[in-house]
């Protein structure tokens, strides 16, 4: 018989929720406890989401000293930190919601954390279990592209401007990139193996947040919805960048990989308000290459499938828990991606390009 894993869930909003119901259909897992800052809304939560016998605390430190294996972070993105850390030197394996973090600095403390207590960090980033951009990745790394130069990659939203802790700097950090933007270098990163950044030239803008005709919390807006951003890493490979919570377009564009042999473009599916390829939802992968002399497209074949991938990630951290494997996505390696959105917003304030120092841990 399975030992059943104890889960605590630290904040209660609606990602909480998605995580809960993740949990409730995973055989031999209890959600032990929920907490959340405000009080009552924990106990609230509970009985919404009918955790039966689950714990309900308005302070996390009292959730982390019960018998709990894993911990899932669920809130705004300024309490990512302090809740991983507190989880971490608790003993309990940490799933954070994405963006890692607020700062690059709090993201190097999170790992070196994990790393003291010997307990797992992944993060949040479920794009990763769509079968198609692991093609995409295995692909890449097969080596049929040649030496890889260049990628380009991003997303945009017609009209979609989250509100509430989204915008405002001091709890989220950044706008756009931390909500989607973060998808969009994952998947760009993970293809190529999570190569290191060197520097970044950055851009961004808030004309669409900032407007009252375009955005009803316009008042209230304190971060970009839209970033542009040309990345150096490591093993001369350049990296374009662009993402966007509003644009007067359909889309910013193909996700691209250049190489000497070959190349390799990712399009996202049909028309929408997303014109990212991070929803699951892919239209094409093509290969350009050449045969005899003659240049050649070739369609590699999409895999239609019906996976929940917010639940598959989740049942990946269970299962890694269980088997006391390595974490699923390691916070070491988002370290770099946390890395190049502080790069991208030091470059943008500065206006001009910037180093990208990542301590070791």
């Known amino acids: 018989m399975s030992k059943t894993i104890r889960i605590g869930i630290i904040g209660s909003g609606g990602i909480a929720r998605a995580h809960a119901h993740a949990y409730k259909a ?13 009080p009552g809304r924990a106990a609230e939560f509970v009985g919404r989401e009918q955790l039966a016998g689950a714990a309900a605390f308005d302070d996390h430190r009292r959730l982390l000293e019960l018998d709990v294996d894993g911990v899932s972070i669920c809130t705004p993105n300024v309490a990512h930190y302090q809740t991983s850390v507190d989880a971490l030197e608790a003993g309990k394996h940490v799933l954070v919601e ?40 295995d692909f890449v790394q097969s080596g049929r592209l040649g030496n890889v ?22 709890l989220a950090g950044s706008g756009a990139m931390a909500d989607i933007g973060c998808y969009s270098l994952d998947f760009a990163l993970n293809a190529l193996g999570y190569p290191k950044p060197l520097t970044v030239s950055a851009f961004t803008s808030n004309a669409f947040g900032t407007n009252p005709k375009y955005f009803h919390e316009a008042d209230r807006f304190e971060v970009e919805d839209f970033a542009a951003a040309l990345i150096r890493l490591e093993g001369g490979i350049v990296l374009n960048f662009k993402i966007s919570w509003a644009m007067h377009m359909d889309t910013l564009g193909a996700t691209m990989f250049l190489g000497s042999e070959a190349g390799l473009k ?37 895999i239609e499938h019906q996976i929940n991938l917010f639940d598959e990630k989740v049942k990946d951290f269970v299962a890694s828990i269980r088997e006391g494997k390595p974490a699923p996505i390691p916070g070491e390696q988002i370290l770099r991606n946390q890395a190049i959105i502080d790069g991208i917003l030091r470059s943008a304030q500065s206006g001009r390009e910037v180093e990208i120092d990542i301590p070791n841990v």
């Open 149 to 170: 130069y260049y990628v380009e990659t991003g997303g945009g939203r017609r009209r979609g401007i989250p509100g509430g802790t989204f915008i405002r700097k001091e």
């Open 26 to 38: 995973i055989p031999d897992v209890e959600i032990a406890a929920v907490a959340d800052i405000i």
């Open 98 to 137: 994405k963006p890692m973090s607020v700062t690059l600095e709090q993201a190097v403390d999170m790992v070196r954390a994990s790393n003291v207590a010997g307990k797992m960090l992944s993060v949040g980033f479920q794009p990763r279990y769509d079968p198609n951009m692991q093609i995409v990745r």
């Open 266 to 302: 990712v399009t996202p599916a049909g028309q929408g308000p997303w014109s990212g390829v991070m929803d699951g939802k892919l239209g094409s992968i093509r290969l350009f290459h050449d045969i005899g002399g003659h240049q050649t497209e070739s369609p590699i074949p999409v």
